[in-house]
Structure formats: C-alpha cells, structure tokens
C-alpha cells in the first residue's frame, strides 16, 4: 500500500515507512536511551553506595522505567511522534486518520515496545511489522498508530505540471465557469499520474479531456500543442483566476476596515493623517478629500451618509468629537 486512504475515502500524501528504515530508527533511539540509562546508573550507584540492596534494587528499577519507558513515551508524546532516531530516518508516528499523535497514543505505544521490542529483542516487533500490510508492529496496531515516511523523493510526488512557458496567459479569454467539478478532478488526477500510465493510454485520455474541455469552454486546443500541455495550460489559468479573486476579496475586507471602525469613527492610516483630515476639510486636499464649508462658518453633518466623517472647528481647524472640552 503507498499511499494512506481515510474512513472517508479522502487520499493523504503519506507513505507507510517498511521494516528496515523502522528498524534503524529503533536501533537509534534504543542506542541514545541505553547511553543514558547507563550514566544514570553508574551516577545512582555512587550515590546510594551506602543503601542496603533492597533499596538499591528498587532505585534501578525506578530508573529502568524511568528511562526506557517512560522516555520514549514522553519525547513522542512532546515531539508529536519524532524521536531522534525517527527523526534521522524521516519517519514519523502519525493516527490512522493522518493526524498527530497523542498521550494516550504514545503510551500504548511505549507499553507495548516493552514487550515486543526489549522483552523479545524485537522478534515480535519484526514478525508483526512483515506481516501487516502497513509495516505496523502490536503497538501501532493497539494505539490506532502509524509510522510514515516525512522525506519523500520528488519523483514520488504527485503535483499538477506547470504548463509550457509560452502557453501561459494564452487562455485568458477563455470561459472556464461551465466545466464542471467533475471534470477538473479528471483533468488534475491525470496530470499527476499520467508518468504512471502507458504511452498509448496516456495519449488517448489526454486527448479524450481536451476535447471535453474544449467543447466546454470554446478555446479549443491549438494546432501542434500537445493535449497534456493544453490541459496543463488551461488548469494553470484556473488556479490564477482563483488566486486573483482571493486576492483581490481579502484587499476589499482590509479596505473596508481600515476606512470604518465599528463605531463609525474615522480609522486614520498612514497615508491618512489627521492634519491631513483637517487640511482637506478646508479645501487644501485635492481628491477624496471633505467639502468646503458653507457660508456661516459651520460644518454640515455627514453623520447620516455613508462614509464616516468628523466636524472640524471652524475657528481652529482643529477636528472635534461633538463633545465640549472640560472648564
């Protein structure tokens, strides 16, 4: 199995690790873990030199669990399922479902290693991890776990082609709002895989979806321009058109909210200033900027329409709130 496929049926980009790279990560950490476990001891030797031998017992024993149980529970639990040696490897522990690792996931996890990799010197680990289709050993198959690999080489990765350079922009024109969803995860799921298939099959859907999508958005394919390029082309000024439409969607909501707070009062921004307001209002601003004030001397109130603005004094030129300053 290459790839790891959810309840829901939802395809994840993750790869089950296989024995050998499992193994060497186990050999890694069992290596660090056995170090420390031995400093400790020779530490905990010289320190309980004058306790009897029950009590020197029971400390190696703490100790024991201490550091070969509860050691790799707690870097999996922190590190969210990389240990030193998974990390050296490019391994990871992951859920079934592709998601992160917890506690209780570790700990079943860590209980179980005692058993099958210390108590067995990983006989049982081995035996289980070949048979599963998965490569998982007793304690993946308890905790509801997964060892996948994170370092995946690039021609193992299946991402939509960048259509030929002198092909991009040449379907500005084109009508791509009546091809339905259908089609484009046709058209995606081909071009990632299309390495994959045989040269004749290959040509044939290629040119099977160009002609369904060039009868649905009136550019047909131009003469002497592969199928599998045109379709690149066209899935490449999709994703344009969408990028542009967020683009331009998240610069009218920052507009909007830089124009007026929620109290209606005027939000200045750098290009904005006060004085720059002020001036504006008494007709120094050339565009956008406040009407010049009518005779007598008093400020309409804009209050009511849609922009928000501010009354300025007249005599001072100086913008008010409405409220009298304090005696």
């Known amino acids: ?29 069992l290596a660090v873990l056995l170090t420390v476990f031995v400093l400790l001891s020779v530490g905990l030797a010289v320190a309980t030199v004058t ?15 201490l550091v070969l149980v509860g050691g790799p ?9 990389r240990s030193l040696g998974k990390l050296a490897c490019g391994l990871r522990v992951v859920r079934d479902d592709g998601g992160p690792i917890r506690f209780r996931h570790a700990l079943v996890r860590g209980s179980m290693g005692v058993v099958e990799i210390l108590g067995t010197f990983g006989v049982v680990a081995c035996v289980s991890s070949l048979v599963s289709a998965r490569g998982r050993r007793l304690g993946d198959v308890f905790g509801g776990t997964l060892v996948v690999r994170e370092r995946v080489s690039v021609s193992r990765t ?3 082609p960048p259509p030929p350079p002198w092909l991009v922009g040449r379907f500005q024109q084109a009508d791509l709002s ?12 081909y071009l990632t895989r299309m390495h994959q298939l045989d040269a004749d099959v290959r040509r044939s859907m290629a040119e099977r979806l160009s002609s369904d999508l060039a009868s649905l958005t009136g550019a047909p394919v131009p003469q002497g321009v592969p199928a599998a390029a ?24 920052a507009r909007a909210q830089a124009r007026v707070s929620p109290s209606g009062a005027v939000l200045f921004t750098p ?19 406040h009407p010049p004030l009518p005779e007598g001397g008093r400020p309409q109130d804009h209050r009511g329409s849609d922009e928000a603005t501010v009354q300025v004094d007249g005599a001072q030129g100086r913008p008010t709130t409405g409220f009298a300053p304090p005696a």
Do not use: C, K
């Open 271 to 289: 290009a904005h200033q006060p004085g720059d307001l002020a001036r504006g209002v008494a007709g120094d601003a050339p565009v956008g900027a």
């Open 178 to 189: 009546t091809v339905p969803d259908g089609l484009w995860l046709a058209i995606r799921q």
């Open 1 to 29: 199995m290459d790839e790891l496929v959810t309840g829901d049926a939802v395809v994840l980009g993750l790869q089950p690790a296989r024995l050998p790279s499992r193994a060497l990560a186990i050999a890694i950490d």
């Open 51 to 65: 306790l009897d031998e029950a009590a020197t017992a029971a400390i190696g024993v703490a100790a024991f669990l």
């Open 230 to 253: 045109y379709l690149a082309a066209v899935v490449h000024e999709r994703r344009t058109r969408d990028t542009r439409r967020v683009a331009a969607a998240a610069n009218r909501d």
């Open 73 to 81: 529970i707690a870097v999996e639990t922190l590190s969210q399922g």
């Open 158 to 160: 299946f991402a939509v």
